[in-house]
């Protein structure tokens, strides 16, 4: 770790100001991704800007339109424990859960969520090649041990995976992100905040140096009758998702009126492909319709030598996904799917 200069910010304004324009002056919130990066040199800093002191992003509060405004800096086990976000996101807290440790989830904020990096061997390993941690520089992953990599939306310049279980929720649940910084305020909506890596996977997503996260929007509509998060992992205790799978449907009998379906660990961001979600509208809600959703969804699918698994996988994943998604007793936030 190189020595940094540390910094404390009670709001936005003092945030901004300490980051003064310098990339090398970084934003600490939980501290349980920055913290590791630095240590293992694969970033360095000038000065961590600590925001834990805002007064104003800690909150969960109600909006006017009937959604919900998400704090930057409450922590991921607040967010997931939260009577009001268990009873009327429950896909959220569920997918919150199956992420991380408790121990993790007690400090790890939602702004710090949207923003960690990549789990990907080579890019942790300063001696490699990474063009996401050494633009220019080849990626080790293509050729090399990829069996977490992405099958989705991948360049030749990076086969990287977005690691976060929450944001494939908050992607499902069309979320906002609020965001201030030097030129103002300005929303996001959450599928462009995350980047595909096209030639430039250094670049995570579209928040702009000195601009800080301050909260996060839930629309009114949680899909909090029929909803399911489907975590799959090498070890069920503690892992990143190979493959996950938020679903929300709006259900008329068994007549689906809305499907949102968002997969994780498949690509750079949160992937979801409206034209399955179109498909479904007016279909009965059964394995086949499922089935060819899926089909859809993972069109252009491309695997590698030792990722090819996820194909399959990722459609079997949509397929019981939906099917469970009809059973809202058996998701209540906590509770693990039978694997
Ligand atoms: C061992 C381990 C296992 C994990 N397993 C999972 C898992 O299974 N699923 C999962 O989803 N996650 C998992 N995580 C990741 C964890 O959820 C993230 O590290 C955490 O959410 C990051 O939040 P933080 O507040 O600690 O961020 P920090 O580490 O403080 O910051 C992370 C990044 O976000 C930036 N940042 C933080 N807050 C803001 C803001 N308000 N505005 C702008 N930028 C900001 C920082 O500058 C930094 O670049 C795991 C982490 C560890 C260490
Ligand atoms: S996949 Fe991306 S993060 Fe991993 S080695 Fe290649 S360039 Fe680096």
């Given at each position: 770790m190189n020595n940094f200069a540390y910094a404390k910010a009670t709001n936005a304004a003092q945030a901004i100001e300490q980051l003064?324009?310098?990339?090398?002056n970084k934003i600490v919130a939980g501290g349980t991704n920055i913290n590791d990066l630095l240590k293992y040199f694969v970033t360095q800093a000038d000065k961590l800007v600590d925001i834990n002191p805002f007064i104003d992003n800690h909150a969960i509060t109600p909006l006017e339109n009937g959604g919900v405004r998400l704090g930057a800096l409450v922590t991921n086990a607040d967010t997931a424990y939260n009577p009001v976000i268990e009873s009327k996101y429950p896909l959220l807290s569920k997918a919150i859960l199956a992420g991380a440790s408790a121990q993790i989830r007690n400090m790890a904020t939602n702004g710090g969520n949207l923003n960690q990096r990549t789990r990907c061997y080579y890019f942790y390993d300063v001696n490699t090649p990474c063009n996401k941690r050494e633009?220019?520089?080849?990626?080790?992953?293509?050729?090399?041990?990829?069996?977490?990599?992405?099958?989705?939306?991948?360049s030749e310049n990076c086969i990287a995976v977005f690691p976060s279980d929450m944001c494939v929720a908050l992607a499902a649940l069309n979320a906002t992100v609020n965001i201030t910084g030097p030129d103002g305020d300005r929303v996001l909506a959450f599928a462009d905040y995350h980047r595909l890596?096209?030639?430039?996977?250094?670049?995570?997503?579209?928040l702009k140096h000195g601009e800080i996260i301050t909260g996060i929007d839930l629309p009114a509509k949680g899909f909090e009758k029929n909803y399911s998060y489907l975590k799959l992992r090498d070890r069920a205790s503690y892992s990143f998702a190979l493959v996950s799978v938020a679903t929300g449907l709006d259900l008329d009998g068994t007549i689906i009126n809305e499907a949102r379906i968002a997969l994780g660990g498949v690509a750079h961001k949160p992937w979801r492909v409206t034209a399955a979600e179109d498909f479904l509208k007016?279909?009965?809600?059964t394995q086949d319709n499922f089935a060819a959703a899926a089909d859809i969804i993972l069109q252009g699918a491309q695997g590698y030598e030792y990722n090819n698994f996820k194909i399959p996988l990722a459609k079997r994943a949509i397929i019981r996904n939906g099917m469970m998604a009809l059973?809202?007793?058996?998701?209540?936030?906590g509770a693990q799917p039978s694997l």
């Open positions: 003064n324009g310098n990339t090398q633009p220019g520089s080849g990626c080790s992953a293509i050729k090399g041990y990829n069996r977490i990599h992405a099958i989705l939306g991948q890596p096209g030639d430039t996977p250094h670049i995570d997503n579209n007016g279909k009965e809600a059973n809202p007793d058996s998701q209540r936030p």
